[in-house]
């Protein structure tokens, strides 16, 4: 029952808010949903989520290196032998960790499935709810204040703040949000790069000082700036958690070598698919550095695949699984849903996505 066609999906969908951070304004999410399928007529499924200003990832560049590259090397291979065809995967191109993590997904999903159960139970793992945070997306004071206040009464306590457009006023909003929602629910911030070292330490020193109780603080300056990010951490006493400075095991090694973080966000675009993501979890737990696993602007193939890691794997902190809880409506059929602020997993074989749904233009090999 070998591998006989690797389908693509070009998927856009708007979002029911518009998404704000230092990065960028998002109000769609553009995605790639690959099919894996066997000659039984069964498919996998995976997500390469485009994100520019991250990972560099288009839908015309992840297209391409699957219909090109990845795809026709899995072509009349068993789809069981799922170690072996991930590595294929991983080995014949440089970078496109998206596509790499979308046709990895794609091959656990449909091995999933031939054995008739859940991804999680092909991880290793049995729980099929996983608790995730909310994002706040950067906006003044007030607004945040509003939003807090109505994310926290659909069940949500733990809020992640997008903070970094502005260092002169962003403890403000932090002191307005605390205001707002009281002192249970838990607050964590992400600049995305967005501040310089010495107003990291300044923002995050004056927030510790008011007693404004921030749980952590998400990659605080750019991603190249390992030095600044290890002056960052050396200065504050609030946990200082990496994201876009690392994508793959080599960055991580080296955030563990300068010190320059406390915890590191895995996500499954930026390293390649569920076994990389494995790697980090492993890694960042024998060194002793907390962790969550993270999910770009994407729709909930990919999300369902990161939760999954998190329910099979664990991590130290709340997860950041939010990501397709943001859709106006959803790209596939079946599939993850949201219950307030849990990720509740299809009781289904894999990740229990039945087709894709979104308009959008599709390509098979």
Not at 25 to 30: I, N
Not at 39 to 59: H, I, N
Request: proline letters at 5%; aromatic letters at 4%.
């Amino acid at each position: 029952m070998p591998i006989v066609n690797v389908r693509t999906h070009r998927v856009s969908v708007p979002l029911h808010t518009p998404f704000v951070t230092a990065l960028r304004t998002a109000t769609s999410v553009e995605t790639l949903v690959v099919q894996i399928e066997d000659s039984d007529g069964r498919s996998g499924f995976g997500e390469a989520p485009q994100v520019w200003q991250v990972t560099g990832a288009s839908l015309a560049g992840s297209q391409a290196c699957i219909s090109e590259m990845l795809g026709p090397r899995l072509l009349g291979r068993d789809p069981d032998d799922l170690n072996a065809n991930c590595q294929i995967v991983a080995r014949p191109v440089a970078g496109n960790e998206a596509a790499k993590a979308a046709v990895d997904v794609a091959l656990h999903d449909l091995a999933a499935r031939r054995l008739g159960v859940p991804l999680v139970r092909l991880l290793g793992g049995t729980t099929l709810r996983v608790p995730t945070d909310v994002t706040l997306s950067a906006a003044p004071a007030g607004a945040l204040a509003d939003a807090a206040s109505k994310r926290v009464g659909e069940g949500f306590d733990v809020l992640k703040v997008k903070v970094g457009t502005d260092a002169a006023t962003d403890v403000a909003r932090v002191r307005a949000i605390r205001a707002a929602v009281g002192p249970a629910v838990r607050l964590r911030l992400d600049a995305n790069q967005g501040w310089t070292p010495r107003e990291a330490v300044r923002v995050i020193s004056e927030i510790e000082s008011e007693g404004l109780d921030v749980e952590l603080v998400e990659q605080p300056v750019p991603q190249w700036d390992l030095d600044g990010l290890a002056w960052v951490s050396d200065r504050v006493r609030t946990p200082v958690l990496a994201d876009e400075s690392v994508f793959s095991v080599r960055d991580l090694v080296e955030v563990i070598r300068r010190r320059a973080a406390d915890m590191v966000n895995v996500k499954l675009a930026k390293c390649g698919g569920l076994g990389a993501a494995r790697t980090l979890l492993s890694l960042a737990q024998a060194h002793g550095m907390g962790t969550i696993v993270g999910s770009m602007m994407e729709g909930p193939v990919g999300v369902a695949a990161a939760a999954s890691l998190v329910a099979a794997y664990g991590t130290t902190a709340v997860s950041d699984l939010d990501a397709a809880w943001w859709l106006a409506a959803p790209p596939v059929r079946g599939g993850m849903t949201y219950d307030g602020a849990f990720v509740q997993l299809a009781d289904a074989p894999g990740l229990g996505v039945a087709g894709v749904t979104g308009p959008g233009e599709g390509n098979a090999l």
